[in-house]
T-cell receptor, first 109, second 115 residues
Framework: GQSLEQPSEVTAVEGAIVQINCTYQTSGFYGLSWYQQHDGGAPTFLSYNALDGLEETGRFSSFLSRSDSYGYLLLQELQMKDSASYFCAVHNYGQNFVFGPGTRLSVLP | DAMVIQNPRYQVTQFGKPVTLSCSQTLNHNVMYWYQQKSSQAPKLLFHYYDKDFNNEADTPDNFQSRRPNTSFCFLDIRSPGLGDAAMYLC??????????????FGPGTRLTVL
């Protein structure tokens, strides 16, 4: 079977750095994506890793270790608008996507 | 602007009354997906089309069907909605390549209420 694990909630203050971890068990793994979803909104793409290492996109970075079946999303210089749910999603061969349970990030002033 | 459009944004139906949700895209993407998302849960993939090839997830109930008459449009049919089918239904598209080319672009979703 396939499974992903993420912390259910994370709280941080404005300007801080937060890391959201994701571990997965899957077959036919191709890559790991991260999505942001505000309440009532649709998921929006943040980052993607197919190879080991760090991908940086502005304030957001994502890391993947295929050997450890582990990845994380790093959010820097947190802003109030970053309060949202963050999902990791495994992309398996054949356009099969499985989302993790999501991490609700609360940014405090 | 190129985008993924879903209609209606809110749909109310009665228990057992068939309902159809629609999705259209101007991105000319090969793949279209349907997800179900219940409150405080992750999106769950129901099925997807790669061009005209239909791919059903193993645990998607038979009550859910889909049609893709052309590249731009995809429909989700719920034949006999139950109370447990009340959810947000998300349509997404992707090019269908590997790597970052397979980024999914989501529509705004249709919130389905079953009375």
């Amino acid at each position: 079977g396939q499974s992903l694990e993420q912390p259910s909630e994370v709280t941080a203050v404005e300007g801080a750095i937060v890391q959201i971890n994701c571990t997965y068990q899957t077959s036919g793994f191709y890559g790991l994506s991260w999505y942001q979803q505000h309440d009532g909104g649709a998921p929006t793409f943040l980052s993607y890793n197919a190879l080991d290492g760090l991908e940086e996109t502005g304030r957001f970075s994502s890391f993947l270790s295929r050997s450890d079946s582990y990845g994380y999303l790093l959010l820097q210089e947190l802003q109030m608008k970053d309060s949202a749910s963050y999902f990791c999603a495994v992309h398996n061969y054949g356009q099969n996507f499985v989302f993790g349970p999501g991490t609700r990030l609360s940014v405090l002033p | 602007d190129a985008m993924v459009i879903q209609n209606p944004r809110y749909q109310v139906t009665q228990f057992g009354k068939p309902v159809t949700l629609s999705c259209s895209q101007t991105l000319n993407h090969n793949v279209m997906y349907w997800y179900q998302q219940k409150s405080s849960q992750a999106p769950k993939l129901l099925f997807h089309y790669y061009d005209k090839d239909f791919n059903n997830e193993a645990d998607t109930p038979d009550n859910f069907q889909s049609r893709r008459p052309n590249t731009s449009f995809c429909f989700l049919d719920i034949r006999s909605p139950g109370l447990g089918d009340a959810a947000m239904y998300l349509c997404a598209t992707s090019r269908g390549g590997q790597g970052s080319e397979d980024t999914q672009y989501f529509g705004p979703g249709t919130r389905l209420t079953v009375l």
